[in-house]
Nanobody, 122 residues
Framework: QVQLVESGGGLVQAGGSLRLSCVAS????????MGWFRQAPGKAREFVTA????????YYADSVKGRFTISRDIVRNTAYLQMNSMKPEDTAVYFC???????????????WGRGTQVTVSA
């Protein structure tokens, strides 16, 4: 069982930056991949980015490539999402996710956080 808590959301102007954090806690040690999804009002939840346990592998949705960067700190059990050059269409609730299977992190993650709101004004 992995619990995820996001923070760092807020209001930012278009072109600005935000950094989200996701702290993971687990009862027993087990390596897991982490990722971020987002859900805009009236739309389905969509994949944003994911990172493997050792940070060797990362991949991004086309809509955020070159603007967003995922990273993680194994010691602090924390994943980060650095968002730059933000656009109004990035407005959404951002969810942290985790899965022991890197192959599943972008589709059906086992664990989810509750989300943090990100709003980008034009």
């Amino acid at each position: 069982q992995v619990q995820l808590v996001e923070s760092g959301g807020g209001l930012v102007q278009a072109g600005g930056s935000l950094r989200l954090s996701c702290v993971a806690s687990a009862r027993t040690f087990s390596p897991f991949a982490m990722g971020w999804f987002r859900q805009a009002p009236g739309k389905a939840r969509e994949f944003v980015t994911a990172i493997s346990w050792g940070s060797t592998n990362r991949y991004y949705a086309d809509s955020v490539k070159g603007r967003f960067t995922i990273s993680r700190d194994i010691v602090r059990n924390t994943a980060y999402l650095q968002m730059n050059s933000m656009k109004p269409e990035d407005t959404a609730v951002y969810f942290c996710a985790a899965d022991s299977r890197y192959s599943e992190i972008g589709t059906q993650p086992q664990y989810w956080g509750r989300g943090t709101q990100v709003t980008v004004s034009a």
